[in-house]
């Protein structure tokens, strides 16, 4: 366990311990890390788990480093867990002022090849999107503004989607919604139960197997975050929240088989997005070490991959 970090005192420091984040799978990694860092800023910081033990390990060792850190059992993909969270943040504190959605799976260790996509979707893309609506009437009105974070990768850049139509209407800002995302999901279902390959056009067929199933959810899952940023766009001054998604980098955690940087690295643009002041928040971006690096294209992740024209419409 790493030592914490001193308070920030700016003069843009918006936040206090009346702030209140939520992180989902908290108990190790990156999410591990993000609770770490948001507690060390003096943010009322609920450190959620899956697991409840799990969980309880590592808020006792946020505790040892002397943090102030709660906890809350989340399953993201069960609709009770989520109902049980927002029940308790209501009557506990009232609602909430940030929420980091990093809980994630890269693989399914089931063997029939529908279900494990489904597992992989379900955490990815669905625990999300179910977890954010759950607790959208919960964001509290603040000056600061509140933040959704989406810790999401540049696997699911719009590169990846080979087939051009989903290409296209994924990156179609103005007209997608949960509908088109979820038609996506279903045709790359149906390709899975198929033994096809219709929407991300892979290169090879281990290539597909190996990463379709997290390149879909989280192609999904940035597709969300714009759908979530717009629709939430025209919110009044004073009631804003700001929706992004960005991705740590190859991070030394058991999702990487312990390859990558620092998970205080894989953790650093999360929480920049958290603490920035809110004359400096945009909203419906992909950030990549602190940087807005749109939707399409990475050339860190799809070095085999082209970079894709999109049609115009
Ligand atoms: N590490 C990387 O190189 C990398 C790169 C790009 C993006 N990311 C993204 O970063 C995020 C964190 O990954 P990580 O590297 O820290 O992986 P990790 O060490 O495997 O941690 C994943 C966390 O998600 C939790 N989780 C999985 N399914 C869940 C569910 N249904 N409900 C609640 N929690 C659940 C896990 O809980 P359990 O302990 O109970 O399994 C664990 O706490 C993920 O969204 C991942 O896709 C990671």
């Known amino acids: 366990m790493t030592g914490t970090t001193a308070h920030v005192e700016s003069p843009s420091r918006w936040w206090s311990k009346d702030t209140i984040a939520v992180v989902t799978g908290g108990n190790k990694g990156i999410g591990f890390e993000i609770v770490r860092q948001l507690a060390s800023q003096g943010i009322t910081t609920i450190l959620t788990a899956r697991d409840e033990s799990r969980g309880l390990q590592a808020l006792s060792a946020l505790k040892e480093d002397g943090l102030d850190v709660l906890f809350h059992q989340l399953d993201v993909t069960n609709s009770k867990s989520i109902g049980k969270l927002a029940t308790w943040i209501k009557a506990e504190f009232g609602g909430l002022d940030i929420l ?28 999300v999107k179910n977890l954010t609506h759950a607790l959208l009437p919960l964001f509290r009105p603040s000056a600061a503004g509140s933040r959704v974070i ?95 998604c960005m991705c740590p980098g190859v991070t030394n955690t058991g999702m990487s088989h312990n390859r990558g940087h620092s998970v205080e690295e894989g953790a650093d643009t999360a929480v920049w997005l958290v603490l920035l002041p809110a004359s400096e928040c945009v909203t419906g971006k992909f950030f990549l070490k602190r940087t807005d690096r749109g939707f399409l294209y990475i050339e860190e992740a799809h070095a085999p991959i082209a970079q894709p024209k999109i049609p115009q419409k």
């Not at 890269?106 to 063997?111: F, Q, R, V």
């Not at 990156?171 to 979820?182: K, P, Y």
Request: aromatic content about 8%; some cysteine.
């Open 100 to 127: 980091v959605n990093n809980a994630g799976v890269a693989w399914s260790s089931l063997p029939d090849k529908v279900l494990a996509a489904k597992e992989v979707l379900d955490t990815n893309y669905y625990g």
């Open 150 to 244: 989406n810790v999401s990768s540049m696997a699911g850049q719009l590169a990846a989607v080979g087939n051009d139509k989903w290409k296209q209407q994924l990156n179609d800002e103005e007209n997608l919604n949960e509908a088109v995302i979820e038609s996506f999901i279903k045709v790359y279902l149906k390709d899975r139960a198929e033994g096809t390959d219709t929407v991300l056009l892979m290169p090879s067929q281990e290539l597909l197997e190996t990463y379709g199933n997290y390149i879909a959810s989280k192609a999904a899952c940035n597709a969300h975050t714009r759908v979530m940023a717009r629709d939430l766009a025209n919110r009044k001054e004073g009631e804003k929240i700001f929706v992004n």
